[in-house]
T-cell receptor
Framework: GEDVEQSLFLSVREGDSSVINCTYT??????LYWYKQEPGAGLQLLTY?????DMKQDQRLTVLLNKKDKHLSLRIADTQTGDSAIYFC???????????FGTGTLLAVQP | DVKVTQSSRYLVKRTGEKVFLECVQD?????MFWYRQDPGLGLRLIYF???????EKGDIPEGYSVSREKKERFSLILESASTNQTSMYLC??????????FGSGTRLTVV
């Protein structure tokens, strides 16, 4: 079945770059997504990438997709304390058009 | 912007009570979803619906039911609440391939 994996925790210093990694198993994924969840809130869509792209940049966010290795990453440049949150990777499966989520990575930004 | 509204942010219910969690979206989306979120387990799909009066079981439907009488409203029902249903419940809707839009979540505590 489909599976999406992420590391659970990442700590960085303010001003540094953060890189959050994700691996998935479904080779028929059509879209891949990054969501951000701040404490006590729902999930907010940050960005997405279509499966035939290998990179997408949006201001401080860069998404890299290695389809051969089924590896997705989110790079946040100049990380700020307001970026502290849980980040979820998700894939839309080709078979069912449902989103499969990873377990989330808690990003802690140290001042 | 799509808005998904969950009726309660926090709920405390007693074991054995029947609990209704309500979700309303305002963008005429066909697809609606209920997830629960638990630490270390990520998001798990309970039920989803692709159309009015239509429902499909997700990965963990036991102990839950749903109702979708109108396109904009998707209700999650706990027939007889138990302490292991204490969790954060997230509703989402989608209409295209741009991922899901989530509500703010309902934190349910069953005592």
């Amino acid at each position: 079945g489909e599976d999406v994996e992420q590391s659970l925790f990442l700590s960085v210093r303010e001003g540094d770059s953060s890189v959050i990694n994700c691996t998935y198993t479904d080779s028929s994924s059509t879209y891949l997504y990054w969501y951000k969840q701040e404490p006590g809130a729902g999930l907010q869509l940050l960005t997405y990438i279509f499966s035939n792209m290998d990179m997408k940049q949006d201001q401080r966010l860069t998404v890299l997709l290695n389809k051969k290795d089924k590896h997705l990453s989110l790079r946040i440049a100049d990380t700020q304390t307001g970026d502290s949150a849980i980040y979820f990777c998700a894939e839309m499966t080709g078979a069912t058009n449902k989103l499969i989520f990873g377990t989330g990575t808690l990003l802690a930004v140290q001042p | 912007d799509v808005k998904v509204t969950q009726s309660s942010r926090y709920l405390v219910k007693r074991t054995g009570e029947k609990v209704f969690l309500e979700c309303v979206q305002d963008m005429d989306h066909e697809n609606m979803f209920w997830y629960r979120q638990d630490p270390g387990l990520g998001l798990r799909l309970i039920y989803f619906s692709y159309d009015v009066k239509m429902k499909e079981k997700g990965d963990i439907p036991e102990g839950y039911s749903v109702s979708r009488e109108k396109k904009e409203r998707f209700s999650l029902i706990l027939e007889s609440a138990s302490t292991n249903q204490t969790s954060m419940y997230l509703c989402a809707s989608s209409g295209a391939n741009y991922g899901y839009t989530f509500g703010s979540g309902t934190r349910l505590t069953v005592v």
